[in-house]
């Protein structure tokens, strides 16, 4: 009768590292292994590679939201402007009112009236459409991207001597801070004869960049008192724009809001504006986690093969083995751990590749844009101007598990299979 030894015992160790050094005359399990090793590390830098790609991707893009535009805007539903007039209005008239009161409220970081329209910019022979915000200096500077963007051009602090303007508007425009501008309105003075334009200059005095193609692209920024002349908004506003000290539970503050804000209040919040692209990001970081797991069982799938093959060769010494005293389950567990040592090493590998990559993205990028002639990530498509990439505990451990649960589990059948060899047959024609 077999004798019992402890599992995984040094002796089990030491047989199934020198099966896994195989010898030139057994050159095929070598190759084997090697292919497996190769297959899952690769395998495994491509998932953790993925994953932290899909997480800055989705960091970068939440955070060019968050940080250029109101995490919650508060606006007013149609509202008579007087008793019996049968004339209704969204303007806020008692803006100053309720932006005190939503300020009051714990945890809202900022409260801002701002007026809201859409102009035509002209300088020269080109134009461009805006997307106008009326905004004081003050609230101006609160905006995170705005006010502290790295390639803004101009002081923001002469903002009231004219206009901030997106660097994409300014490029397309030809224009650079100093330059006057014609912003031209349909909406423009009320006259007998109809409404006409309104056109005015206004100098450029800041130019940012919000991280963002299409609000660099449209985006103007115009003193308050200024926004409601020129939009027809005076002694009222289209909208407060409020920030709160997590945008990811916003939905806790909208009750507050909306009881302070007043009657025929609405909000609109940036998760309600971006619903649909956060969820296609959702969907699409499981359909890839789903199709790379795929192709690590793939390679898992070669550790079967090699030890099928390194069970077959070995089947005399599996036999001798077995006659001097090892159990079926020491021998199980020798040719799992030749496998098992497979998926660990491969798995570290990829670990390793897959850090280095996410790591080292921007040269990668650069790279590939230089292979591609700089059209690798067209910001115009990708809404941001880099591809990022954020590293993620909870992901790096998915990654690692998988790969060596895939590893360990499709090991048993041919080490199983190496236990229930009969000493017997393996030695009966040696």
């Given amino acids: 009768m077999a004798a019992r030894t402890a599992p995984f015992s040094r002796f089990e160790f030491m047989i199934a590292w020198r099966y896994l050094?195989?010898?030139?005359?057994?050159?095929?399990?070598?190759?084997?292994?090697?292919?497996?090793?190769?297959?899952?590390?690769?395998?495994?830098?491509?998932?953790?590679?993925?994953?932290?790609?899909?997480?800055?991707?989705?960091?970068?893009?939440?955070?060019?939201?968050?940080?250029?535009?109101?995490?919650?805007?508060v606006y007013s539903a149609p509202m008579e402007v007087a008793e019996g007039s049968g004339v209704y209005s969204k303007l806020i008239r008692d803006y100053a009112e309720r932006t005190d009161r939503i300020k009051a409220i714990p945890g809202v970081v900022s409260a801002a009236p701002a007026v809201r329209g859409q102009a035509m910019v002209s300088f020269g022979d080109r134009s461009n459409v805006a997307d106008v915000y009326g905004l004081a200096l003050s609230d101006l500077k609160n905006i995170p991207n705005i006010?502290?963007?790295?390639?803004?051009?101009?002081?923001?602090?002469?903002?009231?001597?004219?206009?901030?303007?997106?660097?994409?508007?300014?490029?397309?425009?030809?224009?650079?801070?100093?330059?006057?501008?014609?912003?031209?309105?349909?909406?423009?003075?009320?006259?007998?004869?109809?409404?006409?334009?309104?056109?005015?200059?206004?100098?450029?005095?800041?130019?940012?960049?919000?991280?963002?193609?299409?609000?660099?692209?449209?985006?103007?920024?115009?003193?308050f008192k200024e926004a409601q002349s020129f939009f027809n908004r005076e002694g009222g506003v289209d909208e407060i724009d409020v920030d709160v000290a997590d945008p990811e539970r916003i939905a806790e503050w909208e009750p507050a809001i909306m009881d302070a804000s007043g009657k025929g209040t609405l909000l609109w919040t940036w998760k309600d504006a971006s619903s649909s692209f956060l969820r296609a990001l959702t969907v699409e970081d499981n359909v890839m986690f789903i199709i790379l797991s795929i192709l690590v069982l793939i390679a898992s799938m070669n550790i079967t093969s090699g030890l099928i093959m390194l069970v077959k060769n070995k089947g005399r010494d599996i036999g001798i083995l077995r006659t001097m005293g090892l159990s079926e389950g020491s021998i199980l567990r020798v040719f799992f751990l030749c496998g098992a040592f497979t998926g660990v090493i491969g798995t570290l590998a990829g670990l390793a590749i897959g850090v280095l990559f996410s790591l080292n993205i921007d040269h990668v990028m650069g790279f590939v844009n230089w292979l591609n002639g700089g059209e690798a990530w067209d910001p115009s498509i990708r809404g941001i101007y880099h591809l990022p990439a954020k590293l993620q505990p909870w992901d790096v451990t998915k990654a690692v598990t998988l790969s060596l649960a895939l590893s360990f589990i499709v090991t048993i059948f041919p080490a199983r299979r190496a236990a229930r060899m009969n000493p017997v047959e393996a030695l009966r024609y040696e």
């Fill in 21 to 73: 050094r195989a010898r030139r005359a057994e050159g095929g399990v070598s190759v084997m292994t090697w292919i497996s090793l190769i297959g899952i590390a690769l395998g495994v830098a491509a998932l953790i590679a993925t994953l932290a790609v899909r997480a800055g991707f989705r960091a970068e893009f939440v955070s060019t939201i968050v940080g250029s535009n109101p995490q919650i805007t």
């Fill in 147 to 223: 006010a502290h963007s790295e390639d803004a051009q101009g002081d923001i602090d002469n903002y009231g001597e004219g206009i901030a303007i997106g660097i994409g508007m300014a490029r397309d425009l030809g224009v650079t801070v100093g330059d006057t501008v014609k912003v031209i309105s349909p909406n423009g003075a009320k006259t007998p004869s109809g409404t006409s334009p309104r056109v005015n200059a206004y100098k450029v005095s800041y130019v940012f960049s919000a991280g963002r193609y299409d609000i660099d692209q449209t985006r103007l920024y115009m003193p």
